[in-house]
């Protein structure tokens, strides 16, 4: 019949035949008999209305027509397989989007993620990093995470923790140029200044008594993360100021040195979401999760 599409047994009795040169180890593979394969192979044939084996010296060997049907047809039967795969795994859940600074989100949320998600396994975390975006309020988050003095008009919000910034410096400079006795002190270094919209390099310079001006032109290689920030000093480019969560586990190792007393920070991080937010919901659930993470720390 013109149309008639051939059932998958049959296709996949053709394609096993082929790609393991033999009847017998194919009926193997497939938990089937011998019989029954070579039945559906004569039956795709007739479907098809085409020889697509011949047998030469006891072997079986493509036709050129059977050739070239197996090109085609083996990619999609493995797509079907694959396609019914991911079908039978599937579960519905929920994606949640949390807006998160990068360095924060490494350094502080990821390491204990997986036990939410463990005890959450129908709860996907979307997390939106991009600072310039989270501090503008542009990003369409469930949650944020932002440092500030925790005003947000028309939100919930949770504080979670204060936070303390650290100049840092490695060996090797720190035997050039010296221990500083306070932070205005740092400007003997080499700088590396943090140009995010919440400098911490800023932060420390304004509260060593510099202005705006003077800060602005202060030398200096400048960065917009601290990562990047975190790896110019590891390469000992020059001294910088980074949040002391991100680098204490560096100071401990002994790959950077404290210059100087850490910085507490005029204000800390919080939690913003929306207030009719229930505490049942997933968002809610997350929320609660991520306040009790931040008060265990």
Sequence with gaps: MRGQLPSTASLQCFVSVVELDNVTKAAEHLCLTQSAVSRQIKQLEETLGQTLFERVRQRLRLTPVGQRYYQQIAPLLQLMLQTTEEARQFRPGVQLVLGIEPALASHWLLPALASYTDSHPDTSIHLMTDIHKLYRRQLACDLSIVFGQGDGPGMRVDYLMGDELVAVVSPRLLTTWGAIDNREQLQRYPLLHHTS???????????????????????GQRFETFPLLLQAALQGMGATVLPWYFVADRIQQGELCQLGERLPCDGGYYLLSDVDVADQSPVGEFRQWLVQLAHNA
């Excluded at 919209?197 to 030398?219: D, F, K, N």
């Design 197 to 219: 919209p919440e400098s911490s390099t800023a932060y420390w310079w304004r509260q060593a008594g510099l202005s705006a001006q003077a800060i602005g032109r202060l030398p």
